[in-house]
Antibody
Framework: EVQLLESGGGLVQPGGSLRLSCAAS????????MSWVRQAPGKGLEWVSA????????YYADSVKGRFTISRDNSKNTLYLQMNSLRAEDTAIYYC?????????????WGQGRMVTVSS | QSVLTQPPSVSGAPGQRVTISCTGS?????????VHWYKQLPGTAPKFLIY???NRPSGVPDRFSGSKSGTSASLAITGLQAEDEAEYYC????????????FGTGTKVTVL
């Protein structure tokens, strides 16, 4: 079964740092680009960052550029999101998502999500 | 801020047909990029519903259909059922400077 399982997250003060992890199973992890998508409480979905299957290319939304870093370890089938200089507006559920093989702009598998709360 | 615009809510009685519009621009849907749709139940992760404008992943009932024309796309649900009550999001790719992957504003479907 194809599965994504996020870990990390929690409560952090403004200006702090946090790292999310996403463990993948059931597919050849290194063959797929992966993304992080977030959802603020009561709000819609917002794409945050993406990384190619090899890890050679990274992409970020303007709202997190320079503060967040996406990475992956294909030997561990794990995707990461390092979040620095966190702000209150970064409070959200963070989902990792796998891109579809034939339609690489689509997200066919999603993790269960992890809550990140930025508050003093 | 979402780049793709959807109506905040639509509703229908069981068995009826409802449609959800998704309006974009020349840098995303109008540029030829595919539109995908997701269904999200409260407290759960989004679920892949429609891909490539009109294709259904395995397991998605054929009551769900998608279409695209110009700078807009639509999701139709026929034979509305109680379990269809959820939030629905469209999604595409945007080629503008601050683009990449963009989502719609979301539409709450209520089954009366």
């Amino acid at each position: 079964e194809v599965q994504l399982l996020e870990s990390g997250g929690g409560l952090v003060q403004p200006g702090g740092s946090l790292r999310l992890s996403c463990a993948a199973s059931g597919f050849t992890f290194s063959s797929y680009a992966m993304s992080w998508v977030r959802q603020a409480p009561g709000k819609g979905l917002e794409w945050v960052s993406a990384m190619s299957g090899s890890g050679g290319s990274t992409y970020y939304a303007d709202s997190v550029k320079g503060r967040f870093t996406i990475s992956r370890d294909n030997s561990k089938n794990t995707l990461y999101l390092q979040m620095n200089s966190l702000r209150a507006e970064d409070t959200a559920i963070y989902y990792c998502a796998k891109t579809d093989y034939d339609y690489p702009t689509a997200f066919d598998i999603w993790g269960q999500g992890r809550m990140v709360t930025v508050s003093s | 801020q979402s780049v793709l615009t959807q109506p905040p809510s639509v509703s229908g009685a069981p068995g009826q047909r409802v449609t959800i519009s998704c309006t974009g621009s020349s840098s995303n849907i109008g540029a030829g990029y595919d539109v995908h749709w997701y269904k999200q139940l409260p407290g759960t992760a989004p679920k892949f519903l429609i891909y490539g404008n009109s294709n259904r992943p395995s397991g998605v009932p054929d009551r769900f259909s998608g279409s695209k024309s110009g700078t807009s796309a639509s999701l139709a649900i026929t034979g509305l059922q109680a379990e269809d009550e959820a939030e629905y999001y469209c999604q595409s790719y945007d080629s503008s400077l601050s683009g990449y992957y963009v989502f719609g504003t979301g539409t709450k479907v209520t089954v009366l």
